[in-house]
């Protein structure tokens, strides 16, 4: 694997993130914030989930200790969560544009939330970030569903044809 491919995925990651904000930029924050069907009971807390566990794992990336719960919600309104999403998108493309090839299969040694030690490749944990990300993005497309949003084109062979990887 190279750079370019996580470069890809980093860029897919924020195209497919805008769509979600998009769609809940329809919604009132009383339906984020409503009991819906997915391992986190809310639209909002959902997404904060997914936002924390990109915060941790980026952390960790760059060597650096975050403390935060995966159930933790430190952006409880949209607009909050919304300004945090953008900026932390941003932030992560800058970082795999940083990386290198050889960079990639780096060996990261870090702590899990629960103080475990760990060491795992460069390449493994940016796959499972944005495979993490794919994983609850794609329970908040169904909890937007049930609060009355269109289906969401967001997966990522669309990214691809619009960004000239498939014709």
């Known amino acids: 694997m190279n750079a370019a491919y ?3 995925f980093a860029r897919y990651n924020q195209w497919a993130n805008n769509h979600v904000i998009a769609a809940c930029k329809t919604l009132e924050q009383v339906d984020l914030d409503a009991p819906r069907e997915a391992f986190f009971p809310s639209i ?3 997404l904060n989930h997914l936002l924390v566990g990109d915060t941790l794992w980026l952390a960790r990336l760059r060597g650096e200790i975050r403390h935060m ?3 933790e919600v430190p952006w409880p309104l949209f607009d909050d969560y919304k300004a945090a999403r953008i900026a932390f998108d941003g932030d992560l493309i800058a970082y795999v544009d940083g990386l290198g090839d050889d960079d990639i299969a780096d060996v990261v040694q870090y702590k899990n939330v629960a103080g ?13 970030v ?19 949003c269109p ?10 044809r619009l960004q000239g990887y498939s014709q």
């Open 6 to 8: 996580f470069q890809m």
């Open 44 to 46: 909002i807390k959902t």
């Open 69 to 71: 719960a995966l159930n």
């Open 116 to 128: 475990k030690p760990f060491a795992t490749p460069r390449n493994v944990i940016l796959g499972h």
């Open 130 to 148: 944005f495979n993490h990300q794919t994983h609850h993005r794609g329970q908040v497309h169904s909890q937007l569903i049930g609060a009355g």
């Open 151 to 160: 289906s969401l084109e967001i997966d990522m062979i669309y990214f691809a």
